[in-house]
């Protein structure tokens, strides 16, 4: 009886925190759905509340965003550098794993250290260095390039749990023995079995990189190179906001990296057991 009571109590909390995590999201997707008027009158009323249900919202919101356009600079910074972070954090994991020097060790230590150090303690010299000095901000490539920096330090930590505990010696030492060279054991041994970590860096990776908006607001200015976390601030007037377009453009945002997520969610939960074990 006391077991079940304590199931219960904590199935009710669990249904407490999911509804109080769900309600931001919940209201999003009901305000961007009325007009602005009711969205000021009442923001917090349900749908069934209020009169002048519209998906005019998301018309007005693909069009002045520019959507394809940014939903395009978006899909190459993303996808770029979670293949780049990817592709290396994952080399450079396997070689410290398997070569346990003190350059590796020293490596990895500096890395988990950079763990700590905020990026908004090193904004401002970021951007007075690439801007002022080297004046290559403004560019994708740029974006992409401190994306794949700042992302190493983690991925390798998690990359690195993985190898060390579920990647076996014996079958790289089974490939030495048939011919393979270092290159060809990993990527067709080491590298395929990666594959649940390496799904949940990509999603964690590509959450992080689609949804960002400080870093690419101190990269890029051109409205060409926009993405879509900055093209939605341009609902923001000097006096005044849009907010039914806002919501409207949060979800067009949201929906892709979302629909992602649930492809990939049993792979996110296994790698990230996988690759806290030490």
Known sequence: ?????????????????????????????????????????????????????SFDNFVKAFTQMDFPRAFGNSLIVT???????????????????????????????????????????????????????????NHRATLIFMHTGFSMAMSVFMFHGFIKGSVPVALEEAAYIDGCTHRQTYFKVVFPLLKPIISTMAILNSMAFWNDFLLPSLVLTDKKLLTLPLSTYSFYGTYSADYGTIMAGLLLCVIPILVLYVILQKQIISGVVAGAVK
């Open 79 to 137: 996808v770029t550098a979670t293949v780049l972070v990817t592709l290396l954090a994952s080399m450079l994991a396997y070689y410290i794993v398997r070569h346990n020097n003190k350059i590796s060790k020293l490596t990895f230590s500096f890395m988990v250290a950079s763990m700590i150090i905020p990026f908004q303690a090193i904004m401002i010299p970021l951007v007075s260095i690439y801007g002022g000095t080297l004046n290559v901000l």
């Open 1 to 53: 009886m006391k077991k079940k009571i304590t199931n219960m109590l904590s199935t009710a909390v669990l249904l407490v925190l999911f509804a109080a995590y769900m309600f931001p999201f919940v209201m999003v997707l009901i305000n961007s759905l009325k007009q602005k008027r009711d969205i000021i009158k009442s923001p917090f009323s349900w749908l069934f509340t209020i009169k002048g249900l």
